[in-house]
């Protein structure tokens, strides 16, 4: 399998270059601003999205093309609205429509998230394919709004190749051991210097009464490879499974599995973009129903060494 990964060292690109690379018959190349950090690939391409245009005839003979590019998914960094917009929803419809223009017959995989749902008081709805890139509640931020955009267009996209695009939920992954400011490794990072006995400042966390969809990182880029190796049909697939908690369900759990006390004091000191959105879940049965599949983890699994 000849496999193009365009994006270098984000979250999604790194751990599924990782996942492909060296398996046998498979040939991996990267297109990114950045030379990949920490990991290997077959190929790589120093690519400008924002001022290159991909040579399409070329990136056209691979098998299988993933678009893991963006901009804005980290609450905690501050991106700006035109970088969000352009990344997420100018650069791939550019993409898939010089595919088009080629006549690409490979796969095109790219991904929306669950932020794409919008402000909601809904107490544990899960959300089909339509409910998030057709729906009409308001929106918490940009990042929000641009990935709605790309997934309203790759609902209705057609072309003679496949298309799968992945609305993904809250992913925690091995990676999140290591230090980092989204929720996960920012916890973490808190309970392995208090087990250290460092001295450390109390945490700082929203309220917490957010719920959420939580999978592994590792379970989702399974799924996008069954999907692959099975070639479903074409269209917009809500990855469901996991764990459906509160934000601080998941920080108490957390602080369970390194026996550390959780203390009231720590939440309510902090206001998230995104505190308006009750429920954030996603319907996976109609991937389910193609693929018989779909992530099981628990936090327990993958934190509790």
Excluded at 100 to 128: L, P, R, W
Excluded at 254 to 259: G, Q, S, T
């Amino acid at each position: 399998m000849n496999i193009a990964i365009i994006g270098a060292n984000g979250m999604l690109s790194v751990a599924l270059t990782k996942y492909f690379y060296g398996r046998p018959d498979t040939n991996v190349a990267v297109y990114g601003l950045d030379t990949p950090h920490g990991y290997t690939c077959n190929e790589f391409y120093a690519t400008n999205l924002l001022k290159q245009k991909l040579d399409y005839e070329s990136i056209a003979q691979r098998d299988v093309i993933i678009y893991a590019s963006g901009a804005g998914v980290q609450a905690a960094l501050s991106t700006d609205p035109g970088l969000m917009y352009a990344l997420n929803v100018t650069v791939p419809i550019d993409i898939t429509l010089g595919l088009k223009k080629t006549g690409y017959k490979g796969v095109f995989v790219s991904f929306g998230s669950y932020m794409e749902i919008g402000i909601n008081d809904e107490d544990g709805k899960s959300f089909d394919e339509d409910d998030v890139v057709c729906s009409q509640l308001p929106v918490s931020n940009d990042y929000a709004l641009s990935k709605r955009l790309y997934g309203r267009y790759m609902r209705d996209f057609k072309a003679d190749f496949a298309v799968y695009h992945f609305i993904l939920p809250n992913m925690f992954s091995e990676d999140d051991l290591k230090p980092g400011t989204r929720l996960v490794p920012y916890t973490l990072k808190y309970l392995q210097d208090y087990i250290s006995g460092k001295a450390i400042d109390a945490p700082k966390f929203s309220a917490g009464t957010q719920t959420r969809q939580f999978i592994t990182l590792e379970e989702m880029i399974q799924t996008v490879d069954k999907a692959l190796q099975k070639r479903i049909p074409s269209g917009l697939y809500c990855v469901g499974g996991g764990e459906f908690l509160s934000i601080r369900s998941l920080i108490e759990r957390l602080f369970a599995i390194y026996n550390v006390p959780c203390k009231d004091e720590y939440f309510g000191q902090s206001v998230r973009r995104d505190g308006d959105i009750k429920s954030l879940r996603l319907n996976g049965s109609k991937l389910n129903e193609v693929l018989g599949y779909q992530p099981n983890k628990t936090i327990e699994d993958i934190f509790k060494k």
